[in-house]
């Protein structure tokens, strides 16, 4: 359970003012279509976090124990520094949406804005941290809709009240508190 509520909470904060946000508010401008832009969410982060959870198990199958512990704990203080760096979405992101109907361009877009994003790192390292990376992406699926449910619905209304300073650092200093936990032998009872 725990996996499951630290995946969805970090991945929530993580996720505010995030480029795949950003692209949450520009596709519900564009089509004023929520429900498919939803479902292209869900689609998109379920296939892609669940290919990061898998990563996440394959590694902690692969890297030794006493390695292991200090690759996540390096992994997580990383997040909370890139988690600082605010996102900026690319060009690139929104041609797609001329080209495909309003799932199709969530989907594809979602997907690759997805690739190497920090939620999804985050969810490579929360997979190898807990045991049980099915519930890492079920919870990091969980706090994309968290996040970008509301973008979806109210658009640019919300973004611009939102202390985004505030929630990064948030976000920074949970990702910063479990690199620490991590390195200093919280999970020893995972095998590292």
């Given at each position: 359970?725990?996996?499951?509520?630290?995946?969805?909470?970090?991945?929530?904060?993580?996720?505010?003012?995030?480029?795949?946000?950003?692209?949450?508010?520009?596709?519900?401008?564009?089509?004023?279509?929520?429900?498919?832009?939803?479902?292209?969410?869900?689609?998109?982060?379920?296939?892609?976090?669940?290919?990061?959870?898998?990563?996440?198990?394959?590694?902690?199958?692969?890297?030794?124990?006493?390695?292991?512990?200090?690759?996540?704990?390096?992994?997580?203080?990383?997040?909370?520094?890139?988690?600082?760096?605010?996102?900026?979405?690319?060009?690139?992101?929104?041609?797609?949406?001329?080209?495909?109907?309003?799932?199709?361009?969530?989907?594809?877009?979602?997907?690759?804005?997805?690739?190497?994003?920090?939620?999804?790192?985050?969810?490579?390292?929360?997979?190898?941290?807990?045991?049980?990376?099915a519930w890492v992406v079920?919870?990091?699926?969980?706090?994309?809709?968290?996040?970008?449910?509301?973008?979806?619905?109210?658009?640019?209304?919300?973004?611009?009240?939102?202390?985004?300073?505030?929630?990064?650092?948030?976000?920074?200093?949970?990702?910063?508190?479990?690199?620490?936990?991590?390195?200093?032998?919280?999970?020893?009872?995972?095998?590292?």
């Open positions: 359970m725990e996996a499951l509520l630290v995946s969805t909470g970090v991945v929530a904060l993580a996720e505010i003012g995030d480029k795949t946000q950003l692209l949450a508010f520009l596709l519900a401008a564009r089509f004023k279509k929520p429900l498919p832009i939803i479902l292209g969410i869900l689609c998109a982060t379920v296939v892609n976090h669940g290919l990061a959870g898998a990563l996440g198990a394959w590694i902690t199958a692969t890297v030794p124990p006493g390695a292991m512990r200090w690759v996540l704990g390096a992994s997580f203080l990383g997040m909370a520094v890139w988690t600082l760096v605010p996102d900026q979405l690319d060009e690139d992101d929104t041609r797609i949406a001329q080209r495909f109907g309003v799932f199709g361009a969530t989907l594809v877009t979602f997907f690759l804005a997805e690739m190497g994003d920090k939620t999804q790192v985050a969810t490579v390292a929360m997979a190898a941290h807990y045991a049980s990376p079920v919870g990091t699926t969980l706090g994309m809709l968290v996040a970008d449910v509301p973008a979806v619905f109210v658009g640019d209304k919300l973004a611009h009240r939102i202390p985004m300073k505030l929630v990064h650092a948030a976000a920074a200093a949970i990702f910063a508190a479990l690199g620490v936990a991590t390195l200093l032998g919280a999970g020893a009872g995972f095998g590292f």
